[in-house]
């Protein structure tokens, strides 16, 4: 089956524009998170949403916001950017609703660069 | 807070030897979930192993295992017959019910970067 799709693969923004990443998760799972990753920090855990509703939220400012559609396909938005918004941003899809054992399965990743 | 720590940011190896990955975790809960997660140079991340806490006997896949010390909140990961295509970025994750909440909440450590060597 097809795994997680995330577009675009790569993007360059300047500071002060706005950014939309999408992410189409495997089928059947209702669970999206997404992750910002940098060399420094590392994975950081930005959101999960379940079910058209966020269940969970990592410590980001506001500017950082996600929704999740009824096909369970998800949107990132990053409003106003910033350098330090410079990162591979990665999406995972799992079935976390019901048991906590199930993998995560991981798209590419949009690398997000900001100049 | 559940926080995962993994304190080696790089080790190297030479192929077919073995190598171990370290990684501690901090958690109020009884039970949760360990994985390793492993990302190649090409970025996609897949899962390597998993262990429940619950269970004492330790994970195996093929070259890949674990030592799991629940008391210790230590979870390692061992890697046999090194091979090039190890060559990646290794994250330790812990899922558990997120702080206060009922829902599950998977946690990354910041990886490490394992470079095997022909």
């Known amino acids: 089956k097809a795994g997680v799709t995330q577009t675009p693969r790569y993007l360059i923004k300047t500071r002060g524009q706005q950014v939309t990443l999408s992410c189409s998760p495997i089928s059947g799972h209702r669970s999206v998170s997404w992750y910002q990753q940098t060399p420094g920090q590392g994975l950081q855990f930005l959101f999960e949403?379940?079910?058209?509703?966020?269940?969970n939220k990592g410590n980001f400012p506001g500017r950082f916001s996600g929704r999740q559609f009824s096909n369970s396909r998800s949107e990132m938005n990053v409003s106003t950017l910033e350098l330090g918004d410079s990162a591979l941003y990665l999406c995972?899809?799992?079935?976390?609703?019901?048991?906590?054992?199930?993998?995560?399965?991981f798209g590419q990743g949009t690398r997000l660069t900001v100049v | 807070a559940q926080t995962v720590t993994q304190s080696q940011p790089e080790m190297s190896v030479q192929e077919a030897e073995t190598v171990t990955l370290s990684c501690t975790y901090d958690t109020s809960e009884s039970n949760y979930y360990l994985f390793w997660y492993k990302q190649p140079p090409s970025r996609q991340m897949i899962l390597v192993i998993r262990?429940?806490?619950?269970?004492?006997q330790n994970a195996t896949e093929n070259r890949f295992s674990v030592n799991f010390q629940k008391a210790a909140k230590s979870f390692s990961l061992k890697i046999s017959d090194s091979q090039l295509g190890d060559t990646a970025m290794y994250f330790c994750a812990f899922i558990g019910r997120s702080s206060g909440g009922s829902n599950y909440k998977l946690t990354f450590g910041k990886g490490t970067l394992l470079t095997v060597n022909p």
């Open positions: 262990q429940e806490a619950y269970k004492q």
């Open positions: 995972a899809s799992s079935t976390y609703g019901t048991a906590m054992n199930t993998e995560a399965f």
């Open positions: 949403y379940f079910s058209e509703t966020q269940r």
